[in-house]
């Protein structure tokens, strides 16, 4: 008889005996390494799970806000809390105002104080710096002033902008058929992204481009082009009242006039569509997430390709090199996968940034990418939550998940956040549990007429 067993036995017998005034002491025994331990009850449910997640990220979007404008901060370190603290990302922001709607619905904060911070920020976002309509990528939270990204990126960013107006048009929509002053704010989400000169960001070509500079123009002259992650700037300019691109600007920008498709497949999985730089095995794990945040991949089809397929395929193919694991990487597995952008780990310890994805892996774990990948891959998405909440004392920290960690790196974690890898975490979820996001963002009306102007079908 083992040790379990005869401690069962001998706590049934004082039961039936009811002896209430004799405590019985186990008795100890020998550690030899046969004895049976049970095997350990799961403490918390898939459901349970994905609140706590959304709870605990959500905090990055309203605790730790930039305090003045109530914008996402660019990245957010506990240990270091006053490192650019000013610094509000737009395409951030646009996840924050997303995150917010979550936020209400779930009762993380009231509907009274999700109003009263989406005020402030929509009142910030009409006063800050804006080229041709578009934000900048970095803004000052106190001011509103430009933030140069780089030397010659100091003025327009026109993917960070999508990114953000992905955002406004949910908020409009959510907050359209509310109380007056609620009626108030959505009107403004409205002005604030149809002001966005879409069409100005051409240059009078077929194509739209990523940056303009007050000094130095489209001197960075980078086209915004396929398979990455600016799907949506392409839908929302074409969606646009009054700066409306022609189907030539996507068909020749977007889809490289149909080069964008590919025939290669990994792990039996069709790629579909011709990732840049990384044609093997796709890109990292983001390229499925930013702009499909409102916009429904599910049956969205166009002259190429289902994106549904695209990016169900593309989350496999990431899981399954994973668990394939061709580095030996410790750590990775079936409940232990996940590469896209984050932070990374220098060859000094130190913390850098860096695109993981399959053919620059360089064994760094990224919570957001299993996790943002929940409504593609629910059952592999939902083996690794499991996993990263079983070593929450080191993973979750006070805004959610830790943005990277390594176990090839004695467990090395990355204590710090960034909101463009947040943000996609707790409306991702969302998505996967109630589709609240893609239902407001694909009822817009103008946005509907973007999609049939580009020759998209949702059926």
């Not at 107006?165 to 604030?192: H, P, R, W």
């Not at 994973?322 to 000094?348: I, M």
Request: aromatic residues 14%; charged residues 20%.
């Amino acid at each position: 008889m083992n040790r379990l067993s005869l401690f069962i036995l001998i706590s049934c017998l004082l039961l039936s005996c009811g002896k209430d005034d004799y405590t019985y002491t186990p008795p100890e025994f020998p550690d030899d390494g046969t004895s049976e331990v049970p095997d350990e009850v799961p403490q918390i449910s898939d459901e349970e799970l994905l609140t706590l997640t959304q709870k605990e990220t959500f905090k990055y979007f309203w605790d730790f806000a930039e305090s003045n404008s109530g914008g996402a901060k660019e990245r957010y370190h506990p240990n270091d809390p006053t490192r650019d603290a000013q610094i509000v990302t737009s395409g951030g922001t646009g996840f924050g105002l997303m995150a917010i709607v979550v936020g209400i619905e779930r009762g993380f904060i009231t509907r009274s104080e999700g109003i009263e911070r989406l005020t402030t920020l929509l009142d910030f976002l009409e006063t800050t710096d804006r080229f041709h309509g578009a934000w900048p990528h970095w803004i000052n939270g106190s001011n509103g002033s430009v933030i140069p990204f780089s030397p010659n990126d100091n003025g327009g960013d026109l993917v960070e902008t999508a990114f953000l107006t992905q955002g406004l048009i949910c908020i409009k929509e959510y907050l359209k058929n509310g109380t007056d002053e609620e009626k108030v704010l959505a009107q403004k989400a409205d002005d604030l992204w149809k002001g966005v000169e879409w069409d100005w960001y051409t240059q009078n070509n077929d194509a739209l481009y990523w940056h303009w500079s007050p000094n130095l123009g489209f001197a960075i002259n980078l086209e915004l082009k396929g398979y990455n992650e600016v799907l949506i700037a392409y839908v929302l300019a074409a969606a646009s009242p009054d700066h409306s691109i022609a189907k030539e600007v996507y068909t020749n920008g977007w889809a490289s006039n149909g080069n964008i498709t590919y025939p290669n497949n990994k792990y039996g999985f069709p790629l579909l569509v011709r990732h840049a730089g990384s044609n093997e095995f796709g890109g990292p794990l983001f390229w499925a997430h930013y702009s499909y945040l409102g916009l429904n991949p599910k049956n969205l089809t166009d002259d190429y390709v289902n994106y549904w397929d695209v990016n169900v395929n593309h989350s496999k193919i990431n899981y399954s090199y994973c668990v394939e694991n061709p580095k030996n990487f410790k750590g990775y597995g079936e409940d232990c996968w996940g590469l896209t952008a984050s932070y990374t780990r220098n060859t000094d310890g130190g913390l850098g940034y860096n695109a993981h994805h399959p053919t620059n892996d360089t064994g760094i774990i990224s919570p957001t990418a299993a996790i943002s990948s929940i409504p593609y891959t629910p059952t592999e998405s939902l083996k690794a939550l499991h996993h990263f909440y079983s070593k929450k004392e080191k993973l979750l920290g006070p805004a959610g998940f830790y943005d990277a960690f390594s176990p090839e790196y004695n467990d090395w974690v990355a204590e710090a956040y960034l909101a463009i890898d947040q943000g996609p975490i707790i409306i991702m979820i969302e998505n996967y549990r109630t589709e609240l996001l893609w239902d407001l963002f694909m009822q817009n009306e103008d946005v509907q007429n973007g999609l049939d102007k580009l020759g998209f079908s949702t059926q």
